[in-house]
């Protein structure tokens, strides 16, 4: 909507790796992960919010290697998502 004149970055409703980087792929800049790092914390304090942050990290490599891309540099920034009402 913003045509690339303003960064967007995607605040709420990450809750999978998968959806990092179809918001990456829809043009996001950034992704916050707020809640679910904060549901790591209360359950197992530090140790939960590592478990989180593995746990994204490993199923944003498996849906990039699906992809067939290597680095998050190589998501495109939109066209990469058909699902219309994502867009």
Do not use: K
């Not at 996001?28 to 590592?50: D, I, K, M, N, Q």
């Amino acid at each position: 909507a913003v045509g690339g004149r303003a960064p967007v970055f995607m605040d709420g409703g990450i809750r999978r790796g998968n959806d990092v980087i179809r918001a990456l792929a829809l043009g996001a800049r950034a992704v916050f992960l707020g809640r679910p790092l904060l549901y790591g914390l209360a359950s197992a304090g530090a140790t939960g919010v590592e478990a989180v942050l593995s746990q994204f990290e490993a199923e944003m490599q498996r849906s990039m290697a699906l992809l067939g891309l290597e680095n998050l540099d190589d998501v495109p920034g939109s066209g990469l998502v058909n699902d219309p009402d994502l867009s």
